[in-house]
């Protein structure tokens, strides 16, 4: 698939449980990401509050896994009777939404890293490095994509700020050194 929705109502400011269970059962995708490329859109329904908190957290994981977000949607949908105005906002948020969802589906290249993008990469490169022996499967993984070369700037091959890879070297050998502190290595 080229994009992925993913949609929940907000349960206690959180996703439900089966929405959970499925982003539990992918935990081991925030360590090997391999859904650059893909795009997701987000749809949350809540009956007052908690929105803003879900999508947040939908969107953080499919942030780790490689996912590009193209578009997101919080939907108050009152218990009861909905009022006519919160009708049509809903039906704007939603053409807006799937416009944006759209428009990220059309869009053939992958937008460039911004500076969090780049430090979670350096950052889990500097860690990942260091566990062949801790985490074998996730070690080979990052190997075999060729992510541990000097040359690999970021998970994919697009043009990346110097100054970001620069702050990136720093926040590798920052991560390496402690990984190696904290084990005794």
Known sequence: ADGVIFASPVYSWNVTGQMKTFIDRLSYTGHRPRLFGKKAFFLVTTGLMGA????????????????????????????GVVPRDRTALNTRLLKKGAASFSAGLRRQRPLRPG?????????????????????????????????????????????LNPLYRVLGWIVEAHAERSFRNYTGQ
Request: aromatic share 20%.
């Open 115 to 159: 500076i969090l993008d780049v430090i979670h990469f350096y950052a889990m490169r500097g860690n990942f490095s260091q566990i062949e022996t801790v985490s074998p499967a996730d070690y080979q993984y990052w190997q075999r994509q060729g992510w541990f070369s000097p040359e690999t700037k970021w998970f994919l091959n697009v043009p």
């Open 52 to 79: 803003d908190d879900v999508l947040k957290y939908l969107k953080t994981t499919a942030w780790a896994w490689g996912f590009e977000c193209a578009g997101t949607v919080g939907r108050i949908t009152p218990n």
